[in-house]
């Protein structure tokens, strides 16, 4: 008999969720447009970059037919900003996700004029966040696994070296961490406080979803636990006070019957 399946989703499975993610790549061969499931990807011309899935620019990579250039938050220079920004500057919260794409006014292409409206709707997960297009200082949806997939299979395309990258990686994830346990102490009490989890990336939410569900799954038991005993103690004062009426009501005939 198979053993029930967790909630949620682990961690190998948001990282193959994660692969669909479009980064970009600067190809060394030509190669003619592909059709896949999720449309045509673009034909590549060098030295002209692409936008490409992470999965096929990962193949690409392997097969040594283009290189990977690596989205603009996983720069040291972003990172280290992220790290003083959630440490210093706003302890309390998440770096927000990056924000929507903006489209250029049509009299001047070289300003941005409003969010575009095919991804102003669109969360960080489906908007392209991972390009050498991207912003800086903002971290994805899937930021922990495509940087990972990217320093496992093209450390050498990383605009630093790799373990320096890891490094502030290791520290990022700790701060996070500590500040997804922390952020628990709103659910503290009866029917206890929000819980904001903006900016929180998908593998935190994988990894954190059964602490969090434990820590409600407790707050919830411990509210149940002092509704049931102020129950009893109303039940139980009612019960005494009702007796005590009767004990006058008692004396009371007794006195008028003269005994």
């Keep these: 008999m ?49 936008d490409l899935p992470l999965w096929l620019a990962l193949l690409l990579k392997k097969q040594r037919r283009a290189n990977i250039l690596a989205p603009p938050w996983l720069h040291p220079s972003s990172l280290s900003s992220i790290i003083h920004t959630e440490t210093i500057q706003d302890p309390q919260a998440f770096s927000p996700p990056p924000p929507p794409r903006t489209r250029a006014s049509p009299s001047n292409p070289g300003i941005a004029s409003r ?26 949806y899937h930021w922990l696994e495509v940087a990972e997939s990217l320093l496992a299979h093209a450390g050498d395309d990383m605009p630093a070296p790799a373990g320096e990258i890891r490094s502030l990686l290791r520290d990022l994830v700790e701060v996070r961490a500590a500040k997804m346990r922390s952020s628990t102490s709103a659910l503290e009490g009866f029917g206890g406080g929000l819980m904001s989890l903006r900016g929180v990336g998908a593998v935190e939410l994988a990894e954190s979803r059964g602490f969090v569900l434990g820590v409600v799954d407790g707050v919830r038991k411990i509210g149940a636990s002092a509704e049931a005993t102020r129950r009893e103690d109303e039940e139980n004062f009612g019960g005494e006070r009702g007796r005590a009426g009767g004990d006058d009501d008692d004396n009371e005939s007794d006195e008028e019957m003269g005994i």
């Design 2 to 50: 198979a053993l029930p399946l967790p909630p949620g989703l682990t961690h190998s499975e948001v990282s193959f969720l994660a692969e669909m993610e479009l980064v970009t790549v600067v190809p060394r061969q030509r190669l003619e447009s592909i059709e896949l499931l999720s449309g045509k990807t673009p034909p590549l011309r060098p030295p002209h970059r692409a």
């Design 115 to 140: 969010p575009d409206s095919d991804s102003s709707n669109l969360s960080a997960p489906f908007i392209p966040s991972s390009t050498a297009d991207a912003p800086a200082g903002f971290l994805p």
